[in-house]
Nanobody, 119 residues
Framework: QVQVVESGGGVVESGGSLRLSCTAS????????MGWYRQPPEYPREKVAS???????DYGNFARGRFTISRDNAKNTVYLQMNNLKSDDTATYYC?????????????WGQGAQVTVSS
């Protein structure tokens, strides 16, 4: 069973920066996507950013220009650099790994990392 573990959450002042990390427990040889969703209090989960194993990236509208996703395939790790954080960015951030196969796309989720932005 693949496990995905996040780290790097915390409390930061408005305008500050944080970097989240997410590591998969095993090397994935198949095409895959790693990324982040977030869930603010009392709101549905929304996509933050994703990156394929070949480096193609995609961002939620709110993340463009402030957040940067990157990955190190040798370390099975994806990073989310968040700059100019706002109080609206307060949420639990969930990392995921989706493996693309001919018969399906199993997705593995992390336990969540809390990010709190104080105004």
């Amino acid at each position: 069973q693949v496990q995905v573990v996040e780290s790097g959450g915390g409390v930061v002042e408005s305008g500050g920066s944080l970097r989240l990390s997410c590591t998969a427990s095993t090397t994935i040889s198949k095409t895959n996507v790693m990324g982040w969703y977030r869930q603010p209090p009392e709101y549905p989960r929304e996509k933050v950013a994703s990156i394929t194993n070949t480096g193609y990236t995609d961002y939620g509208n709110f993340a463009r220009g402030r957040f940067t996703i990157s990955r190190d395939n040798a370390k099975n790790t994806v990073y989310l650099q968040m700059n100019n954080l706002k109080s609206d960015d307060t949420a639990t951030y969930y990392c995921y790994l989706r493996i693309i196969t001919e018969i399906g796309q199993p997705t593995y989720w992390g336990q969540g990392a809390q990010v709190t932005v104080s105004s």
